[in-house]
C-alpha cells in the first residue's frame, strides 16, 4: 500500500513539474527558453546514461556519438521529407523515430560487441567512436557534410503560437515533450523486474548468472534502451540548432554527460535533471563571470572555453567528496532530516 501511494505521489509530482516547466516557457524570454530546451535534451542522454552506469554498472564515454548519431539521422529524415515538400507533425515526428532507430541500431553493435567487456575496456571501446566521428564525417563529407556538418530543414512553429511566443518557445515545448517520454518510459524500466536484473548484474555478474539472468542479454539490452535516449537527445539538438556536426558531438560532450550523471547523483533520474541543469547553466555563469572581468578578448576567450572544463570536474571532485550520492542524495538526506524534525514535534510527549 505504501508503495502504491509513493508512485502516484511522484507521478502526481512529475505531472505537476511539468505543467509548471510548460508554464513557464510563456513568461521566459527566448534565449531562456532555448537554455530550458537544452536542459531537456541534455537530460534525454543524461537520463540513459546515469541507467546505464549507474543502474546496470556499464561505463560509457561514447554517449556523444550516439547523440551525433541521432542528429544525423534526423537530418537526413527531414531533408529528404522537406525535399518531398512535406510539412506539418510529420516533419517533425518521423525525423525522431528515424533518430531514435538509428541510434538504437547503433546502440545494439554496440553492446553485442562490448557485452562481455568490464569497466575500462567498454569504456575504451565506446570512446573509439567519440574520437573516430570526425574522420567518419571528414572522410565521407559528400553524405555528412565535413566539419560543416548539415543544414537541416526543420517544422517550424504553429500558427496559432504566432503573437503569443517565438521559435524559441516552441522547442521548448518540444524538448520538453521528448524528455518527458524519456523520463516516464526509463523509469518504468528501472522500476520493474528487468530493472532489478540490470541491478544484480551490476552487483554481481557470478551471481546474477546463477540465480537464472541472462547477463549478456541484459547488458546488451540496457546499452541500447541508453542509446535510444541519447538519439533522441541528439534529435532535439539537431531541431533547436538546425544543424547536425560533428563538433556539436565531441568527447568534451560525453565527459560533461559522464560528469553530470555522477554530479547529479548518478543511478537517479532526479539525478539526471539536477546535472542537465548544471551542464547549461555553469557556463552561462561563468560566462557573465568573464564578460564582467576587464580582461583582454583572448585570456577571455580562453576562460570560457576552458574555466568550464575545469571548474565542472573541479566540482565533481568536490561531490563526490562531500556528497557520494550526488545533489539528489543531498537533497534526499535534507528531505528525510525535515520529515524526522516534523515526525518528532508532532508526536504526543508523554505526561
Known amino acids: 500500500m505504501t508503495g502504491i501511494m509513493s508512485s502516484r505521489t511522484t507521478v502526481i509530482i512529475g505531472v505537476v513539474g511539468l505543467i509548471a516547466v510548460i508554464g513557464l516557457t510563456f513568461v521566459l524570454e527566448p534565449f531562456r527558453n532555448y537554455q530550458l530546451a537544452t536542459i531537456a535534451a541534455y537530460l534525454c542522454a543524461v537520463a540513459g546514461l546515469t541507467m546505464l552506469t549507474g543502474v546496470n554498472g556499464q561505463l560509457s564515454l561514447g554517449h556523444a556519438a550516439l547523440m551525433a548519431c541521432g542528429a544525423y539521422c534526423y537530418a537526413f529524415t527531414a531533408n529528404g521529407l522537406a525535399e518531398q515538400e512535406i510539412e506539418g507533425p510529420v516533419l517533425l515526428i518521423v525525423p525522431i523515430i528515424a533518430a531514435v532507430v538509428g541510434a538504437t541500431v547503433l546502440g545494439l553493435v554496440i553492446g553485442l560487441a562490448a557485452a562481455r567487456l568490464h569497466g575500462p575496456y567498454?569504456?575504451?571501446?565506446?570512446?573509439?567512436?567519440?574520437?573516430?566521428?570526425?574522420?567518419?564525417?571528414?572522410?565521407?563529407?559528400?553524405?555528412?557534410?565535413?566539419?560543416?556538418?548539415?543544414?537541416?530543414?526543420?517544422?517550424?512553429?504553429?500558427?496559432?503560437?504566432?503573437?503569443?511566443?517565438?521559435?524559441?518557445?516552441?522547442?521548448?515545448?518540444?524538448?520538453?515533450?521528448?524528455?518527458?517520454?524519456v523520463v516516464v518510459l526509463l523509469r518504468n524500466l528501472m522500476r520493474s523486474n528487468f530493472g532489478r536484473q540490470m541491478r544484480a548484474v551490476r552487483d554481481n555478474e557470478v551471481a546474477a548468472a546463477l540465480a537464472g539472468i541472462n547477463v549478456a542479454r541484459t547488458k546488451v539490452i540496457a546499452f541500447t534502451v541508453s542509446s535510444a535516449a541519447a538519439g533522441i537527445g541528439g534529435a532535439v539538438m539537431a531541431f533547436m540548432t538546425q544543424s547536425a556536426s560533428p563538433g556539436a558531438f565531441n568527447l568534451f560532450i560525453s565527459l560533461f554527460l559522464l560528469m553530470a550523471a555522477v554530479i547529479g547523483g548518478i543511478g537517479t533520474l532526479y539525478g539526471a535533471l539536477w546535472g542537465s541543469i548544471l551542464l547549461v547553466v555553469l557556463p552561462d555563469v561563468i560566462g557573465s563571470i568573464t564578460r564582467g572581468l576587464s580582461l583582454s578578448p583572448e585570456v577571455a576567450q580562453r576562460l570560457d572555453g576552458n574555466l568550464a572544463v575545469g571548474l565542472f570536474g573541479a566540482v565533481m571532485v568536490l561531490v563526490v567528496i562531500v556528497a557520494p550520492f550526488g545533489i539528489q542524495g543531498l537533497v534526499r538526506k535534507a528531505g528525510h532530516q525535515i520529515r524526522s524534525r516534523g515526525s518528532l514535534q508532532s508526536a504526543p510527549h508523554p505526561k
Not at 575504451?124 to 557534410?145: K, M, N
Not at 543544414?151 to 515545448?173: C, D, H, N, S
Open 122 to 181: 567498454l569504456a575504451g571501446v565506446t570512446l573509439a567512436f567519440v574520437i573516430a566521428l570526425p574522420a567518419v564525417t571528414s572522410r565521407f563529407s559528400d553524405v555528412f557534410g565535413g566539419d560543416q556538418g548539415l543544414w537541416i530543414t526543420v517544422e517550424r512553429r504553429p500558427e496559432f503560437l504566432a503573437g503569443r511566443g517565438g521559435t524559441e518557445m516552441f522547442q521548448a515545448w518540444v524538448a520538453i515533450a521528448c524528455a518527458a517520454v
